[in-house]
């Protein structure tokens, strides 16, 4: 990878009052690759990710979009330069269809005026095109599931033609057969040359999808591994901070009794 | 989710929801998806009543997977890239709207169970109060009675289309009713005292009202006080520089053939321009809905069938014919009441039909949503604001102009308290994210058919008063019920 990464990030720093949730973050994605961030619970991932969004803006550091120095301040920013997020916790309108909610602040108009029939039509066509099966596109989002929303707010992410998408634990309401699906399509996004950044806790899904892997550990960089050359041993001890880890601890325990019988 | 999936086994043909048009419908094979009014319903005036905020499809428990042998014309949409092994987007367990008149009330029965209440009580409500009145007293339903009905609800009315765009972004501005005296003070003053052109005090009237509100907008929003506090601040101010702008006259008398007074008191006495007017909407109401319909089916989008498109033009036409005639019966149609009726319509185009409507309503569903969204919410607060300012002066104008004065009193009094509660019993929800402009049409009716049928029986003031209340309570507690059912059934 020597082209200019899509997005890179250099010594991004939050803190949300006494909490140092980011320090010196870095991270580069480049396109057509799948960075996986992994990290404990509280690690700073979602922060993370709505630093790069706008949601959230950084106290400290650079984003640079295509090599360039960019500024996000708002999700109109991160909108503008076509970086596309799925967030952890949902962000859609309960009182509004799902229709009006795919097409939330880039509604489509002839002449001034909601032209409603183009939306649906385009609704239905991404989500068949998905394989997202919801009863009507013109229900409420409040009556959806909770995996139904999902798959709707990542539908959302892709309409807008985005360069880079961040799902924040798109799976983890899934379904079975869904979260198979997510992860094709994470994987057809990765085949149109498009930047994804997926953050999940679940290891499998990461080595099934994922080109690299970046680790946060209590808001910092602890390393980031090459997927098909490092195993998940690694990985996990990354993410806990070292190799002796109530994980490892577990293992080894189970690996006793076993030996025992 | 996982429960649902929708294997090939349980259903047979794999069908696109997609391709199933109307017509297949009405063959009585498949699925329609109706749409509310957030869909289909032109900006025309749909005084139909059953305005509901959420599109839904389906009603009846038949007709399901199993009842659909004859659906095996199913066309893929061209173009769509179908991913591999993508079955058609249906759920077996969706309940399919019957065709045709039936499936329309089974439609409505279940819309009504399910909390999505709308104009349904307020349109019942205003029966039973012109039943009663009309029982008690024959002249309630006169033609003199309900023109000057029709004149009177117009000024509250404006000032409740405000109060309406606020409700919806679930905020509340307690400052319409001095923001308006303020208007019609500022309007005398200048064209009355200081002798300005009528139309250039109108306008700076009008453009105070509108500065006004975007101030409130603007401590809101930007600086982060409550609205309500904010609001009410306005309201203390506003009357207070009104009482100052007045002066010591006290009250300024506009004369009888200024085109301000020109508002309230002309008629359109042709009976030709009523009908017109009625025959006028009721045409574009129907091209409307026809030229929609045909959209959606050309691009393969379930669409309204044609039985529901008549019965909603025909309970229009009805109704739009029957004011005409009863306003003919006098001195014809208003010219308040068309102005306020054109107004109207222009909110409800702007609020389902524009982006910034969309807008409205998710800043109201979800703030945080609307933000990520990309949507600049505290734009959108100061500018509902202004509205709500803008609205308001325009309603002192046209109370200005039934009563041809400024004086000191007005603005104050219960006028902002029938402001707001015109939208609420009209329909629109005090949570926000739910309700429409016609609120104020029928809450101001609602409202407007008490006042003047507790003079015409000679009742005082007082009791007319806690008669109001109680309707609005009752409002409040309808749209607190009907919330909560709404969540229980999975569309709150
Ligand atoms: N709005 C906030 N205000 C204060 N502290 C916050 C806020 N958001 C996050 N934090 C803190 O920042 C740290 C990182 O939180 P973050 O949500 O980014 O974790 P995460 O890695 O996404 O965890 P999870 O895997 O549970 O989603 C936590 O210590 C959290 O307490
Ligand atoms: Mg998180």
Redesign the pocket.
Same mark, same amino acid.
């Given at each position: 990878m020597t082209a200019t990464p899509v997005l890179a990030l250099r010594g991004i720093s939050k803190r949300?009052?006494a909490?140092q $949730?980011l320090t010196d973050v870095e991270l580069e994605v480049h396109a057509g690759e799948v960075v996986a961030l992994v *990290?404990d619970? *509280? $690690? *700073?991932?979602?922060?993370l990710v709505k630093t790069i969004a706008g949601v959230g803006p950084a106290d400290d550091g650079v984003i640079e979009w295509r090599g360039e120095q960019v500024r996000v301040e708002r999700p109109h920013d991160a909108q503008a330069l076509g970086i596309a997020t799925v967030y952890?916790d949902l962000a859609l309108c309960d009182n509004i269809d799902v229709v009006g909610n795919l097409f939330l602040g880039r509604e489509i108009t002839r002449a001034g005026i909601l032209d409603e029939v183009e939306m649906e039509r385009r609704s239905r066509e991404l989500l068949e095109t998905l394989s997202i099966r919801i009863p009507s596109v013109r229900i409420p989002i409040a009556s959806l599931s909770g995996g139904q929303r999902q798959t709707v707010a990542i539908a959302r992410s892709m309409l807008g033609e985005p360069g880079l998408v961040i799902l924040d634990?798109p799976t983890a309401a899934l379904g079975v057969e869904q979260t198979a699906q997510v992860l094709d399509l994470v994987e057809r996004l990765r085949e149109r040359g498009l930047a994804v950044v997926l953050i999940s806790?679940n290891m499998a899904d990461v080595k099934a999808v994922a080109d690299r892997v970046a680790v946060l550990r209590l808001g910092r960089n602890n390393g980031t591994f090459d997927v098909a050359t490092t195993s998940q041993e690694d990985i996990i001890s990354a993410i806990t901070g070292a190799t002796d880890n109530a994980v490892t601890r577990r293992k080894a325990r189970t690996s006793d009794a076993e030996d025992q019988k | 989710m996982t429960t649902d999936l929708n294997t090939p086994a349980d259903e047979p043909e794999p069908r696109d929801h997609a391709a199933t048009t109307a017509a297949e419908a009405d063959a009585g094979t498949g699925t329609t998806g109706t749409t509310g009014s957030t869909g289909t319903t032109s900006g025309t005036a749909s005084a139909t009543t059953e305005a509901t905020h959420s599109a839904t499809e389906t009603a009846s428990a038949a007709a399901t997977g199993a009842a659909q042998p004859g659906s095996s014309a199913a066309r893929p949409i061209k173009g769509a890239p179908v991913a591999p092994g993508a079955v058609a987007a249906i759920d077996p367990r969706l309940l399919v709207r019957e065709r045709g008149f039936k499936g329309y009330l089974q439609e409505f029965g279940r819309k009504l169970r399910g909390g999505e209440l709308g104009s349904v009580p307020v349109v019942v409500g205003l029966a039973i109060i012109w039943a009663v009145f009309q029982w008690k007293d024959s002249a309630f339903l006169s033609p003199k009675n309900l023109s000057d009905l029709s004149i009177y609800i117009v000024g509250t009315g404006m000032i409740s289309v405000g109060i309406v765009l606020v409700l919806l972004l679930g905020e509340i501005d307690l400052s319409v009713g001095s923001v308006s005296g303020l208007a019609a003070a500022i309007l005398a003053v200048l064209y009355v005292n200081e002798g300005m052109s009528e139309w250039l005090a109108i306008l700076i009237a009008l453009s105070a009202g509108a500065a006004a509100g975007a101030l409130h907008g603007f401590f809101f929003a930007r600086i982060g006080v409550p609205a309500f506090v904010v609001t009410l601040a306005g309201l203390l101010a506003w009357n207070g520089l009104m009482l100052q702008v007045l002066g010591t006259t006290g009250t300024i008398n506009l004369d009888r053939d200024s085109f301000i007074v020109y508002l309230t008191s002309h008629y359109f006495v042709y009976i030709a321009v009523a009908y017109g007017v009625a025959g006028l909407a009721v045409a574009s109401f129907l091209a409307a809905q026809l030229l929609d319909a045909r959209r959606r089916q050309a691009a393969g989008v379930p669409s309204r069938p044609l039985s529901e498109i008549l019965v909603r033009t025909a309970v229009l036409a009805v109704l739009a014919f029957a004011v005409a005639w009863r306003l003919n019966e006098y001195k014809g149609l208003p010219l308040a009441l068309l102005i306020f009726l054109v107004v109207l319509i222009a909110y409800d185009v702007l609020l389902r039909r524009t982006r910034f409507g969309r807008k409205v309503f998710a800043v109201g569903g979800g703030v945080e949503a609307a933000r990520r969204a990309g949507i600049n919410v505290t734009l959108v607060r100061i500018t509902v604001f202004a509205i709500s300012g803008l609205m308001a002066s325009v309603g002192g104008l046209f109370i200005a102009s039934r009563i041809a004065a400024a004086n000191q009193g007005a603005g104050t009094g219960n006028l902002l308290m029938e402001a707001i509660a015109a939208a609420v019993i009209g329909g629109t929800s005090l949570f926000g994210g739910r309700g429409s402009v016609w609120s104020a049409l029928l809450g101001m009716l609602v409202i407007g058919s008490i006042a003047s049928g507790m003079a015409l029986l000679g009742i005082e003031a007082s009791v007319q008063y806690m008669i109001t209340g109680g309707v609005l309570l009752a409002a409040v507690v309808i749209d607190s019920v009907s919330r909560r059912t709404q969540r229980s059934a999975g569309r709150g």
């Amino acid at each position: 990878m020597t082209a200019t990464p899509v997005l890179a990030l250099r010594g991004i720093s939050k803190r949300f009052g006494a909490v140092q $949730a980011l320090t010196d973050v870095e991270l580069e994605v480049h396109a057509g690759e799948v960075v996986a961030l992994v *990290g404990d619970n *509280g $690690a *700073g991932k979602s922060t993370l990710v709505k630093t790069i969004a706008g949601v959230g803006p950084a106290d400290d550091g650079v984003i640079e979009w295509r090599g360039e120095q960019v500024r996000v301040e708002r999700p109109h920013d991160a909108q503008a330069l076509g970086i596309a997020t799925v967030y952890q916790d949902l962000a859609l309108c309960d009182n509004i269809d799902v229709v009006g909610n795919l097409f939330l602040g880039r509604e489509i108009t002839r002449a001034g005026i909601l032209d409603e029939v183009e939306m649906e039509r385009r609704s239905r066509e991404l989500l068949e095109t998905l394989s997202i099966r919801i009863p009507s596109v013109r229900i409420p989002i409040a009556s959806l599931s909770g995996g139904q929303r999902q798959t709707v707010a990542i539908a959302r992410s892709m309409l807008g033609e985005p360069g880079l998408v961040i799902l924040d634990e798109p799976t983890a309401a899934l379904g079975v057969e869904q979260t198979a699906q997510v992860l094709d399509l994470v994987e057809r996004l990765r085949e149109r040359g498009l930047a994804v950044v997926l953050i999940s806790h679940n290891m499998a899904d990461v080595k099934a999808v994922a080109d690299r892997v970046a680790v946060l550990r209590l808001g910092r960089n602890n390393g980031t591994f090459d997927v098909a050359t490092t195993s998940q041993e690694d990985i996990i001890s990354a993410i806990t901070g070292a190799t002796d880890n109530a994980v490892t601890r577990r293992k080894a325990r189970t690996s006793d009794a076993e030996d025992q019988k | 989710m996982t429960t649902d999936l929708n294997t090939p086994a349980d259903e047979p043909e794999p069908r696109d929801h997609a391709a199933t048009t109307a017509a297949e419908a009405d063959a009585g094979t498949g699925t329609t998806g109706t749409t509310g009014s957030t869909g289909t319903t032109s900006g025309t005036a749909s005084a139909t009543t059953e305005a509901t905020h959420s599109a839904t499809e389906t009603a009846s428990a038949a007709a399901t997977g199993a009842a659909q042998p004859g659906s095996s014309a199913a066309r893929p949409i061209k173009g769509a890239p179908v991913a591999p092994g993508a079955v058609a987007a249906i759920d077996p367990r969706l309940l399919v709207r019957e065709r045709g008149f039936k499936g329309y009330l089974q439609e409505f029965g279940r819309k009504l169970r399910g909390g999505e209440l709308g104009s349904v009580p307020v349109v019942v409500g205003l029966a039973i109060i012109w039943a009663v009145f009309q029982w008690k007293d024959s002249a309630f339903l006169s033609p003199k009675n309900l023109s000057d009905l029709s004149i009177y609800i117009v000024g509250t009315g404006m000032i409740s289309v405000g109060i309406v765009l606020v409700l919806l972004l679930g905020e509340i501005d307690l400052s319409v009713g001095s923001v308006s005296g303020l208007a019609a003070a500022i309007l005398a003053v200048l064209y009355v005292n200081e002798g300005m052109s009528e139309w250039l005090a109108i306008l700076i009237a009008l453009s105070a009202g509108a500065a006004a509100g975007a101030l409130h907008g603007f401590f809101f929003a930007r600086i982060g006080v409550p609205a309500f506090v904010v609001t009410l601040a306005g309201l203390l101010a506003w009357n207070g520089l009104m009482l100052q702008v007045l002066g010591t006259t006290g009250t300024i008398n506009l004369d009888r053939d200024s085109f301000i007074v020109y508002l309230t008191s002309h008629y359109f006495v042709y009976i030709a321009v009523a009908y017109g007017v009625a025959g006028l909407a009721v045409a574009s109401f129907l091209a409307a809905q026809l030229l929609d319909a045909r959209r959606r089916q050309a691009a393969g989008v379930p669409s309204r069938p044609l039985s529901e498109i008549l019965v909603r033009t025909a309970v229009l036409a009805v109704l739009a014919f029957a004011v005409a005639w009863r306003l003919n019966e006098y001195k014809g149609l208003p010219l308040a009441l068309l102005i306020f009726l054109v107004v109207l319509i222009a909110y409800d185009v702007l609020l389902r039909r524009t982006r910034f409507g969309r807008k409205v309503f998710a800043v109201g569903g979800g703030v945080e949503a609307a933000r990520r969204a990309g949507i600049n919410v505290t734009l959108v607060r100061i500018t509902v604001f202004a509205i709500s300012g803008l609205m308001a002066s325009v309603g002192g104008l046209f109370i200005a102009s039934r009563i041809a004065a400024a004086n000191q009193g007005a603005g104050t009094g219960n006028l902002l308290m029938e402001a707001i509660a015109a939208a609420v019993i009209g329909g629109t929800s005090l949570f926000g994210g739910r309700g429409s402009v016609w609120s104020a049409l029928l809450g101001m009716l609602v409202i407007g058919s008490i006042a003047s049928g507790m003079a015409l029986l000679g009742i005082e003031a007082s009791v007319q008063y806690m008669i109001t209340g109680g309707v609005l309570l009752a409002a409040v507690v309808i749209d607190s019920v009907s919330r909560r059912t709404q969540r229980s059934a999975g569309r709150g």
